[in-house]
Nanobody
Framework: QVQLVESGGGLVQAGGSLRLSCAAS????????MGWFRQAPGKEREFVAT????????YYADSVKGRFTISRDNAKNTVYLQLNSLKPEDTAVYYC???????????????????WGQGTQVTVSS
């Protein structure tokens, strides 16, 4: 069973940056698409970004495109989310997720993911 542990969240002013990390253990990380989601208070969990097994393909939600960058280091079993030009509306708990199967497709729906981390809080002040 894979385990995911996020880190790197915090409090930042609008316009600032953060780098989130998600460390994976328990199975062959390098063969799996990975995703980042977020959930703000009172709102449903929403897709943020996804990356394929090699890191060669990525896809972003329109709300973060051009500001966030997803990447991965398979040698370290870690996926990253660089958050730049942060806005107060980016405030949320950010989760990384892994599907239950290996493959090459990018996955944008939460139901396509099987394993979730505990989340890391990102708070952006205005």
């Amino acid at each position: 069973q894979v385990q995911l542990v996020e880190s790197g969240g915090g409090l930042v002013q609008a316009g600032g940056s953060l780098r989130l990390s998600c460390a994976a253990s328990g199975r062959t990380f390098s063969t799996y698409t990975m995703g980042w989601f977020r959930q703000a208070p009172g709102k449903e969990r929403e897709f943020v970004a996804t990356i394929n097994w090699s890191g060669g393909s990525t896809y972003y939600a329109d709300s973060v495109k051009g500001r966030f960058t997803i990447s991965r280091d398979n040698a370290k079993n870690t996926v990253y989310l660089q958050l730049n030009s942060l806005k107060p509306e980016d405030t949320a708990v950010y989760y990384c997720a892994a599907p239950g199967y290996s493959g090459t497709y990018l996955l944008v729906h939460s139901y396509e993911y099987e394993t979730w981390g505990q989340g890391t809080q990102v708070t952006v002040s205005s």
